[in-house]
């Protein structure tokens, strides 16, 4: 089983200072990765840079260009979302390095991988850097891949924000499949039940939006029950998933209550889908996650399962929640009604 890293310290160029997406993210998982020996199992996927075709794919060329000259003064392009001047590289860096692991999965160099990079890309949208985001990795990544003859791709997004922007590229797209859970009503406010995708696409966006407090159970029902029964009827050739581990109990943005065993059978269920249905062609990205312990062992706790490695390894406090909100059940109902699953 070869797993592929994407990383890069060009990543930490993005400096957004005491700003909670920072590039402390990053060390703190490489630290993790390096201390126990795990890098030492893993390819590594050398980035480039995603050409403007590609960016142009997705985005406007005035945001592109907004991107890059804020990042020449550095400045908020929003009232969260930051640029300094290492950031317009970074971003490039961020979506070409998504692009590379995506396209050694598909060429057969190895099975799956994880890109750890930022910034990350969920919320950003055709014209707006937004909640953190300055391109669309994902959703630039998936283009490639259908410019590749991929005729199908899943995406699945556990962020604890609904991934608005890549939503909104994709809406219309019947060849792309968008399934997000999400804590609702959030930030950014999008991804109801009813949004289920337009024209052509209808049906192929599917969104379960979660009450605040829901933990291992309910996610584990989701991506055991619902998520496999969706991947089933589309077919998709191959999976890349937008991993935020903000659902983490003790995130400091997040009011999810997931443990990092909870990330860990998200994962391997993610995988037992892509092993079912595209050869185990999988391919993770790093979104959001702000509690640094959790977002080291959850990443690690994703390469485990990737690696196929029977131990996975919790060392952190379980949830601070006895019992998860009862109407979650309702939402999962919901979700299979309208979705017919
Ligand atoms: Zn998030």
């Known amino acids: 089983m070869s797993v592929g890293i994407v990383y890069d310290p060009i990543y930490l160029q993005h400096d957004t200072g005491s700003h909670p997406e920072n590039k402390q993210r990053l060390v703190a998982i490489m630290d993790l990765l390096e201390k126990s020996g795990l890098s030492e199992q893993l390819t590594s996927i050398p980035p480039r840079m995603a050409t403007a075709e590609e960016l142009l794919t997705i ?64 919320h950003a949208t055709h014209h707006r850097g937004t909640g953190f985001c300055l391109f669309n990795n994902i959703a630039i990544a998936a283009k490639y891949a259908q410019q590749q003859g991929i005729e199908r791709i899943l995406i699945a997004d556990f962020d604890i924000h609904h991934g608005n922007g890549t939503q909104e590229s994709f809406y219309n797209d019947p060849s792309l499949l968008y399934f997000s859970t999400h804590q609702y009503p959030f930030y950014p406010g999008t991804g109801a039940v009813d949004e289920t995708g337009g024209g052509d696409g209808k049906g192929t966006t599917v969104n379960v939006p979660l009450p605040a407090g829901c933990g291992d159970e309910v996610y584990q029902q989701i991506y055991q029950e619902i998520l496999p029964e969706a991947a089933r009827r589309f077919r998709p050739q191959i999976i890349l998933v937008s991993a935020g581990y903000d659902p983490y109990w003790g995130d400091p ?38 509690n640094l312990q ?41 979700v299979k009604r309208v979705h017919q699953l």
């Open 59 to 122: 985005h406007s060329q005035e945001h592109i260009n907004r991107v890059e000259s804020y990042s020449e003064t550095g400045g908020w392009l929003d009232g969260d979302t930051m640029a300094s001047s290492g950031s317009y590289e970074a971003a490039l860096y961020a979506a070409g390095g998504l692009i590379k692991a995506v396209e050694a999965v598909l060429h057969g160099e190895i099975n799956s991988a994880f890109a750890l990079v930022r910034p990350p890309g969920h």
């Open 253 to 290: 943005i997040g009011m999810m209550d997931l443990s990092v065993t909870g990330f860990a059978t998200i994962t391997r269920a993610i995988k037992e889908i892509a092993d079912e249905l595209c050869e185990g062609k999988l391919v993770f990205t790093l979104e959001g996650g702000y």
């Open 294 to 334: 959790a977002l080291s062992y959850g990443v690690k706790a994703a390469f485990d399962t990737l690696l196929g490695n029977p131990e996975i390894e919790d060392p952190l406090e379980k949830s601070r929640y006895s019992k998860e909100p009862a109407s979650a059940q309702e939402i999962m109902e919901r």
